[in-house]
């Protein structure tokens, strides 16, 4: 029997120089970049944790040889899940296919870890877009990839899109649509990968986004 709830999966690494944001620390203090990649990563696991729909959640990681201290930092706050896959394409894959294969859920929702703007309204639309049949809910990034990723149908719409170009979001849709599946899209949802985010998105983090302000004070710090 399936279950009810859905799963949230948190995609995260150990904020370690060198392992997180090493686009935006050439850019700035590498231990600021780091910072703020935690604040992030904590503030989606907050907001995730806030939606008002039957949840699991779950980090989720191929940061393997960091396991032992990320399973020290996140004690308590969820479930961790680690797999090997380091392509992200293929590590997708076998997200859906652990969760609805072998965990039993009939809908997974996995999200990238540094976007302030992951918020439990938007998890609560994914969850009912969700509740059609054979649907894809997508949050988009402008930078032609997306945030948020949920399916409802075991489909393979990652093993033949080429991450890291403009036209993730484009090839995905196209695999979507040939798997005659309901696309459901939200607004845009940006996370923050270069110094150039930091300040474009700055003005655009309210209260609703970052509830402690943490996220905003270590921008801040980066930018002053």
């Not at 394409?89 to 302030?116: H, Q, R, W």
């Not at 090839?171 to 459901?184: G, P, Q, R, Y």
């Amino acid at each position: 029997m399936k279950n009810k709830k859905i799963a949230l999966c948190v995609l995260a690494k150990y904020p370690l120089v060198g392992n997180v944001k090493t686009r935006l620390a050439k850019k700035i203090d590498p231990k600021k970049a780091v910072k703020l990649y935690y604040e992030l990563l904590v503030n989606t696991i907050e907001q995730v944790k806030l939606a008002k729909v039957p949840h699991d959640i779950f980090i989720v990681s191929s940061d393997i040889e960091n396991k032992n201290s990320l399973e020290f930092i996140f004690l308590n706050k969820a479930d961790l899940v680690f797999y090997k896959e380091k392509s992200l394409a293929v590590l997708l894959l076998k997200i859906f296919e652990d969760f609805m294969s072998n965990k039993g859920y009939a809908k997974v929702l996995v999200t990238c870890s540094d976007s302030p703007f992951i918020t439990p309204d938007l998890v609560l639309r994914a969850y009912c877009d969700l509740e059609n049949n054979n649907t894809l809910f997508i949050s988009p990034s402008s930078d032609g990839g997306y945030s948020l990723v949920g399916l409802n149908k075991l489909i393979d719409i990652f093993s033949s899109v080429v991450m890291s170009t403009d036209k993730v979001l484009k090839d995905t849709i196209e695999v979507a649509k040939s798997h005659d599946l309901n696309i459901c899209m939200s607004e845009i949802v940006d996370d923050i990968d270069n110094i150039q985010d930091v300040y474009r998105l700055n003005n655009k983090i309210t209260d609703k986004h970052d509830p402690l302000g943490r996220v905003r004070r270590e921008i801040e710090g980066i930018i002053k």
